[in-house]
Every structure is written in C-alpha cells, then in structure tokens.
C-alpha cells in the first residue's frame, strides 16, 4: 500500500509531486500498530505525505520544523496525542506551544502561518494520517509552493 | 543572567541583505539561559533568516557557531578561520560578546542580533525579570533582599510612592509587585518596620555607569 | 512659630487659620495668557496656587515659568517639583532660579513614570531616559539643606540661603497602609512643613489615618491639607476609584452620582459636605482643592463652603 521507505528531506529529486509537499512528524504513542514506522512517503490525492514518527512531539524542536521549512517541505502537520493522553505528561502541550511560537515567527518573515499545524489525535491509522496531511496541503495550496523550492 | 531579546527580523534582515556570506554566532551562557542566544536559537533564527532573504530575493549564505561565552577571548579565537570566509558577522550574544567579535575581527562587520536589555532572573519558565541594576552601590542588605534600584519604576530609597496600586502592583506596570510595599512587609514580618523610618540619604551613583565608562584595574591579577 | 520665609500661606497657617489651596496647571504650550486666564479666574479664592510639574509626564509649560506668571498676576504659587527629569545639579539649580524670581513655596514630589503620559491620551515620552536622581523625601532635605543651612547636597555653599515653605504629598490609604503614617513621619523629619494629600473620599478611613498621624505628634509639626477633586460623574469617580492608586471611593458616593439628576450639581454638593468633614477633623489645617480642567467651578465652591473671603494677612 505504502513504502515504508526512508524519507531524505533534502533529496530534491524526491519532489516529483505536483501537490503539496506535508511532512507529517507524529507521536509514536497516538498510533495503531499498522502505522508504526519510522518514515515513509507517500503520493495520495492532493498531497505528497512524508511521514516521521517521533517518540513524542515534544521532541520537536523549532529548529527542526524550520529547518523542513527551509528544505522545501510546503507545510508541516505535527500529530500529538491529546492533552489527557500524553505519556510524558505535558509534551503534547509543550509542542502546541512552539508549533504557536513557530506560526507567529513565519508570520514575520512574510509566510503563511497555515504551513505549519498541530492535530491533538489518538489511534490514528496511515490513512487518518494522509487524511491530516491533505487537510493541511488544502490549507496551504493557496499560498502556493514554498519560496525555498524555487530555484537555486 | 544578562538578559536579551532578538531584535526585530525586519531589521536583521536589512542589515544582512547586501552580504554574501554572514557568520551568525551564538553563546551559551546568559543568552542561552534566556533563550535569545544558545545553540538552539542560532538554529532556529538561522533557517528563519535563510527563509525570509530568500523570499526577498537575496541570496545570503549563512553558517554558524555558538562559543561557550563571546565574552572570553579563548573562545572568540575559535572563530578565526570561520571568520575569514565570510563578509559579515551577526552575534546574538549580549553587546559584550559582539563588540568582543568586533574588535578581534575587524575589519569585518559584526551586527547584533540582540537588543540587551536587563540583568534578571528566570522566575519560572518563560518567565524573566529584572533584579539588578548594576549601581555601584548595593543596599540589598538594608532592603530585606529586594532591590529598590532595579525593581522600582523610580528607583526611590525611600518608597514606597503614591503609586501602589490597591492590589499591591505598581502603577506603571500592573503586572509587577511594588517592590516598597515587598519590602515594608517583609520588614514587619521580620519585626524591622523600625528600619525603613530612618531617611535613605540621596546616592551616590558614580560607581555606576553613570559615573562614566567603568575600567576596572586588579592589579594582583595583571601580568 | 518660627517663620521660614513669611509666605502667604506659611502665615495663613501660621495664623492658625484654616487654609485653602488650588490647582493650576500650566498650558500645553507656550502661551503666558493661558496661565492668565486661570489666574484671572481663581484670583482672591485660595491662600496659595499649586503649579503642576510637567504632571502625568507631559510636557507643559515648566511650573517655574507658570509659578513667575501668577506672581505677577497676584497669586502665590506653590512650585512644584518632581524627581523624574531632573538630576540633584539641575534641581538645585531651578531651586535658587526660583528663589531669584519670588517663589517661596515649593511642593516636593516623586512624580508620576514618564510612561504616564495622561493616562494613555496621549503620546508622551515614553522612551525619555528616566532621572530619578533622587527621591521625594531626599528632594525635602536637599531644599531643607538650602534653607537652614545654606548648603548644596553635595556638600558646597550657596550664598545666601535660599529659604523655601516646604511641601510634601501623602497618600495615605495607599497599601502598604500600616506604613504610610511612618514615611508621613520621614516627610516631616526630612523638613516638610506643609503636607497635600492625594483626593480623599473615604472621610472614615482619612480620619483614622489622621488620628495615627496625630498620635505620633505630626499634625503638630506639620499642616496637613487633604485634597479634594470635585467630581464631576460617576464614571469619573469609577475611573478614579480604580485606575489612580491611592484614591479610594465609597460606593455610596459613585450610587449618589449615578441616582443624581444632574451629576454636575451632586458633584459640588459631595465636595461641600468633604471640605466641611475636613475642616471638622481635628489636626487638619485647610483644604486643597482641584477641578480638573474646570477651574472656574472653585469660586463658586469656596465661596459656598464658607471659605470666602479669604481672611487678609497682616
């Protein structure tokens, strides 16, 4: 169905999509078991999904949404486990916090904060997960492709 | 911890614009504790910078480093080869540490990335507030441990003013206790109210800044 | 009682009679005939006039320049002076400057943050370097020090003294309320001889604080004259009650002047019954009055309290 394949995010060969470009960076621990995987991609309707799981969103660092940013990635979808849930106790909350710093920064430098969001989601499939994913390339079609694909 | 603010992109971003490569150096020490110039915020203003001069069209090259402190010259001289490939620099650690750049590196510009504006504690996370003013002339031991210097709008020695708010908050800034009224309650708690009767004469401020730029000599540690 | 200086209110007060100060606050802008004009209202209705120093942090015409206008319209000033803009060299110096042109009473004060800037109304200056040099109470002995001593703070003569009535403000409902009586007690100690407090509206709380100042002798030492600002609406007395620190209304009076016919009237009749309450009150020596840009309401005011004509002075 999909290519458990590793995900290089600076391999621009990798682009072949005329959708946008969603990195999904999910908590391991708000899966089912058939999503579990490192990274993979996959092109589906309206959206090319590269998908990294994380031991939690906590993990994720500002530097590290931004520097997908900065790589090409048209948007970013983090999915973290609902408050309540957190095995870590305040990761999820902590990731809703920077996910809101990092909106407001993109908004400074004059790009859409619509590219980067965060889905508080349990028991997500590979498909709920594309579906996330799709719902975020709508988001950001409009502002177009990421200014850092274009050329050199 | 010196405390400082990133200044506004807009204005880093037209000061790098015109160059080709720019070094952008951060330090671990008092930025980093507030968050304005460690190893995690040159990696995220890095990429922000990236983004925003190439949407404008601009193409600037950015590497990076961040030094243990910028305000030691063992570390600066770490820089020196990265130094020589690149047209400008900007530190995000405090105007010590980029006029420390400055001098070891002239004639390459070195811009700040950071307005340095305090000397505070972190209260709590997120949570940074000024203690000292660095005036010369410490009277925490007859203020019960709160500085009136730093901490109030006025700097009175003999407070507290009209201006404590009714919940006890200061008049200029609702959000910040008036530090007189800390003071005279922890000066009754202590059973010292007596204390705060006698008249703080007027101080001397030339042990400050504002006696003009400090040079301070040891003479047991020069070589 | 020893004389300072023999100034129309240090010999009201001195008299034993009950005095009555105003305000005027100098113009937003250069214009002497502003100053005139309140001085033309407010003639013959107050033992001495208070000029406001740039208050709020706005710039106004300087309260020395406004003090020299009433002078030569017949009124006795009351200088103000605040301790945000100008260091211990520069005060000093406007103090003697002052003295130069006639001034004889001065009103020692912190002064409100430049951030002020009216309530926010206004611009302002909010990115003014702060002075702050000196404080309230050390601003007293600096003028004390000049007076009696004819010394400078920093320890050189002046020649001669430059004597001075010397004001101080109290805000005593202001927390932390145990201590206000004691830096009440360091404003006299320091050399204040005349003391206005900030707008009072609860008599029963301002009488108690009264009665504490009096236990420790200071009404004796000192002519405390309470302030009183003559509302003019309930919302301005909302607004007072919780934005200005230090003012405290009792709901009964914001009641009165949301259930009043015509607020305005209410207002003068609440600020009658104050200034009778207050002239009751025992260790209180007059009454400061202020109508916020409504001057030409106190003739009226005074003259019904009684207070008219001002006794004359021999």
Same mark, same amino acid.
């Given at each position: ?152 | ?29 008092? &930025? ?9 915020? &040159? ?42 490939? &690149? ?22 510009? &070195? ?113 | ?43 013959? !209705? ?16 300087? %309260? ?26 520069? #005060? ?22 430049? %951030?002020?800037?009216? *309530? ?30 004819? +010394? ?9 003294? =430059?004597?001075?009535? +010397? ?22 100690? =320091? @050399? =204040? ?15 108690? =604080? ?16 309470? *302030?009183?600002?003559?509302?003019? %609406? ?11 620190? @230090? #003012?405290? !209304?009792?709901?009964?009076? #914001? ?9 305005? #009237?209410?207002? +003068? ?17 007059? !009454? ?27």
């Amino acid at each position: 169905m999909f290519a458990f394949g590793k995900a290089d995010m600076s391999d621009k060969s990798q682009w072949p999509s005329q959708n946008p470009e969603v990195v999904v960076l999910y908590c391991q621990h708000g899966l089912c078991d058939e999503a579990k995987g490192s990274a993979w991609y996959q092109e589906s309707k309206g959206v090319f999904v590269r998908a990294v799981m994380m031991p939690c969103s906590s993990k994720i660092e500002v530097s590290y949404i931004l520097n997908i940013l900065e790589s090409g990635a048209d948007a970013v979808e983090v999915v973290a486990c609902p408050e309540k849930s957190c095995k870590y106790l305040v990761g999820s909350l902590r990731a809703e916090k920077r996910i809101e710093y990092i909106r407001g920064l993109l908004e400074k430098i004059g790009y859409a904060p619509e590219r980067v969001g965060i889905n508080r989601k349990l028991s997500q499939s590979p498909e709920q997960l594309i579906n996330l994913a799709r719902a975020r390339a709508d988001a950001v079609r409009p502002f177009g492709v990421n200014p850092m694909k274009k050329g050199e | 911890m010196i405390f400082a603010e990133w200044k506004p992109l807009d204005e880093l971003i037209d000061k790098l614009k015109i160059h080709k490569k720019v070094l952008l150096v951060g330090c671990a020490t008092c &930025v980093a504790e507030c968050a304005a110039g460690g190893e995690k915020e &040159v990696e995220t203003l890095a990429p922000l910078l990236r983004m925003a001069l190439k949407k404008q069209g601009h193409c600037v090259e950015i590497i990076t480093a961040t030094l243990e402190k910028q305000c030691e010259w063992e570390f600066v001289e770490q820089l020196a080869q990265q130094a020589t490939e &690149v047209d400008a620099i900007m530190s995000i650690a405090c105007g010590i540490g980029v006029q420390a750049l400055a001098e070891r590196f002239d004639p390459i510009t &070195v811009y700040p990335g950071v307005n340095t504006s305090a000397l505070t504690i972190r209260e709590e996370a997120g949570l940074w507030a000024a203690r000292c003013a660095a005036c010369g002339d410490c009277i925490l031991g007859e203020t019960f441990g709160y500085c009136p210097v730093a901490r109030c709008a006025k700097s009175l020695l003999n407070g507290p003013c009209g201006g404590t708010r009714k919940d006890g908050k200061c008049e200029v800034n609702e959000e910040v206790d008036c530090i007189w009224n800390l003071i005279v309650e922890r000066a009754d708690e202590r059973g010292r109210l007596e204390s705060l009767s006698k008249i703080k004469k007027a101080k001397d401020w030339s042990n400050s800044g504002h006696g003009g730029p400090k040079r301070v000599i040891r003479e047991d540690l020069r070589q | 009682m020893k004389m300072f200086v023999g100034s129309n209110l240090e010999r009201r007060l001195a008299a034993g009679d009950f005095a009555v100060t105003a305000e005027v606050g100098p113009p937003r802008g250069p214009d002497p005939a502003d100053v005139k004009k309140k001085a033309g209202i407010l003639r013959g !209705v107050a033992d001495a006039y208070n000029v406001t120093d740039n208050q709020t942090a706005v710039v106004r015409m300087s %309260s020395i320049a406004a003090s020299k206008i009433l002078l030569q319209e017949g009124l006795e000033p009351i200088m103000q002076i605040v301790c945000r803009d100008r260091n211990r060299i520069a #005060i000093q110096s406007d103090l003697l400057g002052a003295w130069a042109l006639g001034m004889r009473n001065v009103l020692c004060l912190s002064g409100d943050h430049q %951030s002020a800037g009216a *309530g926010g109304k206004l611009k302002g200056h909010p990115g003014a370097k702060n002075v702050y040099d000196i404080d309230s109470i050390q601003l007293i002995s600096v003028v004390k020090g000049l007076r009696d001593r004819a +010394i400078q703070e920093g320890g050189d003569s002046i020649s001669p003294a =430059a004597p001075f009535f +010397i004001g101080a403000a109290w805000t005593p409902l202001g927390p932390p309320e145990k201590f206000r009586t004691i830096r009440l007690a360091k404003k006299i100690n =320091a @050399g =204040a001889n005349f003391i206005q407090t900030q707008a009072v509206y609860d008599m029963k709380r301002f009488a108690e =604080a009264v009665r504490r100042a009096q236990d420790m002798g200071l009404t004796d030492r000192a002519a405390i004259l309470p *302030g009183i600002i003559v509302p003019r %609406s309930a919302g301005m007395l909302k607004y007072m009650n919780s934005n200005v620190p @230090g #003012i405290d !209304v009792p709901e009964e009076l #914001i009641q009165r002047m949301k259930d009043a016919a015509d607020p305005r #009237i209410e207002g +003068i009749e609440i600020t009658l019954e104050l200034i009778d309450a207050v002239k009751n009150l025992s260790g209180i020596k007059g !009454v400061h009055l202020q109508a916020i840009e409504a001057e030409e309401l106190l003739p009226d005011i005074i003259r019904s309290a009684g207070l008219l004509p001002r006794p004359r002075i021999y």
